[in-house]
């Protein structure tokens, strides 16, 4: 297993690339189920839950190629600047042509929880789906119930038999359903399911996120009705096909989050580019806030910090509140601000799994319940460290940043997830990281 060596401390300088969103190019690519044409998808982040997205499509049926040639993963260690690599792919999907699974196997689901979109896509396509249950994961229970219910709302008939849900419907019906909490990937299912349904489908209590809304943009580029996509309610008009697109993915910004507080957390000057100010407002706001100087303008966001770090509390909450993905990596922050933070986590119940490993590099955090008390500024110090999940990971690299000495972070492969090529975008930018290859 890869691990992270990180020297510090340092302080990060530059410009750095935000690739394509992992969490609106899963739902794209699960949404190329539906098409009876060729997709391409541009912006396809190299990150590890692409592969297995595209090994779940191929399981059922959809081909996928690179157009651009583009190595799609994470390679090991190299010194190339962040442009040169991001790795980021052109991907066209053929539609499947003969029979094949309407499936996401367990096998594939353990690793990748949101291979559960291809729920809907299937269903409405196939008229039948069998998706393994995703079980608990590291953050939280994370039930599908409300995916479910929506399905069924359209009239699917859904069973839970051996650990999988089979749904199946001949044609799904449009209906009404209010969602009992916003869901990203719920939303995301259900509506993509409605885009084939007879007639009006109205969701409401949606899930609001900007990767809901573009991948609304990729289904209407397909040939779907849809309205209100990125508001509370939406309204779908069900279509008789859905062909192909060509569709760029929204830019990631909690990767582009995630390098912005890098900067502030080393006293830097960070331009991210390829990312919208306007998805990041909440996080933006903190930083101005803990005495950060925030710049934006077209496509582009800046942070740079020289002076002292406020302490600024957070409640994570579905959009437009402060996103959960950033939770982790607002943390190590706030453990060099001077004073008192209070971290509330209202999305998932288990997301402090970080806690306990800066506390190893020194932090000072208490916690009880949801709610995470930071007291800084801590002078945190390199240590052994061991990565729990994905934004987790990242906490540990910005905190192996900050801190003097060498920090090894373990179990990179949360990481690869969802970051593209991070060391060498750290490189980049000045950041003292290697990859060690594990066996
Ligand atoms: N929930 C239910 N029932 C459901 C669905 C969700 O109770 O049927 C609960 C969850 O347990 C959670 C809350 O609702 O407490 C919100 O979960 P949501 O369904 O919105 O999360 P998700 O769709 O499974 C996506 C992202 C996550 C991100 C969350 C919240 C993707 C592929 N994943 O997950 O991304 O944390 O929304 O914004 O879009 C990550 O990238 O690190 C990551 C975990």
Redesign the pocket.
């Given at each position: 297993m890869d691990r992270f060596r990180v020297v510090g401390p340092n302080r990060l300088e530059g410009r750095v690339r935000a690739a394509g969103a992992?969490?609106a190019a899963?739902?794209a690519l699960a949404a190329t189920l539906l098409a009876d044409a060729p997709v391409v998808l541009r912006g396809v982040p190299g990150v590890a839950d692409m592969r297995t997205m595209r090994r779940l499509l191929a399981h059922d049926g959809v081909r996928s190629a690179e157009l651009n040639g583009s190595p799609l993963g994470v390679s090991g260690a190299g010194g190339a600047a962040a442009a040169a690599v991001a790795g980021e792919s052109v991907l066209e999907l053929q539609p499947s042509t003969g029979p094949a699974p309407d499936e996401a196997p367990y096998e594939l689901v353990k690793t990748m929880?949101?291979s559960v979109?291809v729920l809907g896509p299937l269903l409405a396509r196939r008229g039948h789906a069998r998706v393994s249950l995703p079980g608990g994961c590291a953050?939280?229970?994370?039930?599908?119930?409300?995916?479910?219910?929506g399905l069924e709302a359209l009239g699917a008939t859904v069973e839970l038999t051996a650990g999988y849900v089979e749904a199946r419907a001949q044609r799904l019906t449009g209906a009404h359903f209010r969602f009992?909490?916003?869901?990203?990937?719920?939303t995301?299912n259900v509506m993509m399911a409605a885009t084939l349904a007879r007639g009006t489908t109205v969701l409401e209590n949606c899930?609001r996120?900007p990767?809901v809304e573009d991948l609304a943009r990729l289904l209407v580029a397909m040939g779907a009705s849809i309205e209100g996509a990125g508001e509370d309610r939406i309204t779908i008009e069900g279509v008789e096909r859905l062909g192909g697109a060509d569709h760029t993915i929204l830019p990631d910004r909690?990767e582009g989050g995630t390098y912005l507080i890098a900067a502030a957390a080393t006293g830097g000057d960070v331009t991210v580019d390829n990312l919208d100010a306007e998805h990041l407002a909440p996080l933006l706001e903190k930083l101005a806030g803990a005495g950060a100087v925030v710049e934006s303008g077209p496509g582009w966001v800046r942070v740079r910090r020289d002076g002292e770090l406020l302490p600024r509390d957070i409640v994570t909450a579905?959009?437009p509140g402060f996103?959960?993905?950033l939770q982790a990596q607002y943390m190590a922050l706030m453990t060099q601000a001077r004073g008192h933070a209070a971290i509330c986590e209202t999305?998932?119940?288990n997301r402090f799994q970080h806690v306990p490993e800066l506390a190893r590099m020194g932090a000072s955090i208490s916690v009880e319940g949801n709610l995470a008390k930071v007291t800084g500024p801590t002078r945190l110090s390199g240590a052994k460290v061991m990565a729990t999940?994905?934004?987790a990971s990242a906490c540990l690299v910005l905190a192996g940043l900050v801190a003097g000495g060498e920090t090894m972070i373990d179990r990179i492969y949360h990481l690869d997830r969802?970051y593209e090529a991070m060391e060498r975008k750290l490189q980049s930018l000045g950041g003292r990281v290697e990859r060690i290859a594990g066996p």
């Open positions: 992992k969490n899963l739902p929880r949101a979109l953050i939280g229970v994370r039930p599908i119930d409300q995916h479910l219910a009992a909490l916003p869901t990203v990937t719920g995301e899930a996120e990767e909690i579905p959009h996103p959960t993905d999305v998932f119940e999940d994905l934004r969802g």
